[in-house]
């Protein structure tokens, strides 16, 4: 049987698989908002995918030119508990749960993005093996601190490792966009290709890894793993330090005013800076 056979049905993602290669496409909404439902979704997917034994590639796009995933829902964020970091957490949220498990989970995985990916989506595909861009179409960005809160869904974690501490607070502190070309030449994503020639790119080497033995493709993952320090320490004082950021009542005042100025819909989106500034 194989792997999509035994899956629930997911919201917001179509999956479809081809002998050890998954192919999942994101489509929920009008930006692939990053909400409740589609995180379950991807904490399910992500569970199964863990566990799969037919599987040693997965590639994720998006069904929308415009959105890879706009970003979390910041109305969801604004119900969250509101205790300030006052327990000291033991184990990982949901979204770490989810973000580590592409980090880890056997089989490759590879981002394939044409458009925009903020915030928890930029938190998202900086978690995967490789990352591949449309060079004059995608932009990646962290704007969390702007709307009063962090990157945290592994944004504090991840970036450092990959662009190094000075562009990783460039993005987070500075809140701003940064194009294809740039995340190329910072070593966010892997290559940044023409729009027409990303899919067959990304689906060659998808391709070529789920045509390897599987056990070479496993080992080789964890081996690449293994030179890597574990990030459970940090992501749990990201936790921590975001939930300070939830308590605080401007902080709260800020994102509530980024959902009355547009944020979440498709035009606010297309033009975040502009709402940035706004919330300024």
Do not use: Y
Not at 181 to 203: I, K, M, P, Y
Request: glycine fraction near 10%; include cysteine; hydrophobic fraction near 45%.
């Amino acid at each position: 049987m194989a792997f999509v056979d035994d899956l629930p049905e997911l919201t917001g993602l179509r999956i479809s698989q081809r002998g050890r290669r998954v192919d999942v496409t994101i489509d929920h909404g009008e930006i692939n908002l990053l909400d409740v439902p589609l995180l379950v979704s991807l904490l399910r997917l992500t569970e199964a995918l863990e566990a799969a034994d037919d599987v040693t590639v997965v590639v994720v796009d998006s069904a929308n030119p415009d959105f890879f995933i706009a970003h979390f829902d910041v109305a969801a964020i604004l119900e969250l508990p509101r205790d300030g970091g006052a327990e000291e957490r033991s184990e990982l949220g949901p979204f770490h749960v989810m973000v580590e498990r592409w980090r880890t989970m056997p089989c490759a995985t590879i981002a394939s993005i044409a458009g925009a990916v903020r915030g928890g989506g930029c938190e998202v595909v900086s978690s995967f093996d490789m990352r591949f861009a449309a060079r004059d179409r995608a932009v990646f960005g962290q704007p969390e601190v702007a709307l009063g809160i962090l990157p945290g869904g592994s944004g504090t974690q991840r970036l450092p490792h990959l662009v190094g501490r000075g562009r990783a607070l460039e993005m987070v502190l500075g809140s701003g966009d940064i194009d294809a070309r740039t995340a190329e030449a910072w070593g966010l994503v892997n290559r940044a290709l023409d729009a027409d020639a990303l899919d067959d790119f990304v689906g060659d080497l998808a391709d070529r890894i789920a045509a390897s033995p599987p056990v070479a493709v496993r080992e080789a993952k964890a081996s690449v793993l293994a030179a890597m320090p574990d990030p459970t320490a940090g992501l749990l004082e990201e936790a921590r330090r975001f939930d300070r950021t939830l308590a605080d009542p401007e902080s709260q005042q800020c994102m509530q005013r980024f959902l009355e100025l547009g944020g979440q819909t498709p035009d606010g989106e297309r033009d975040l800076s502009t709402v940035l500034r706004r919330l300024g």
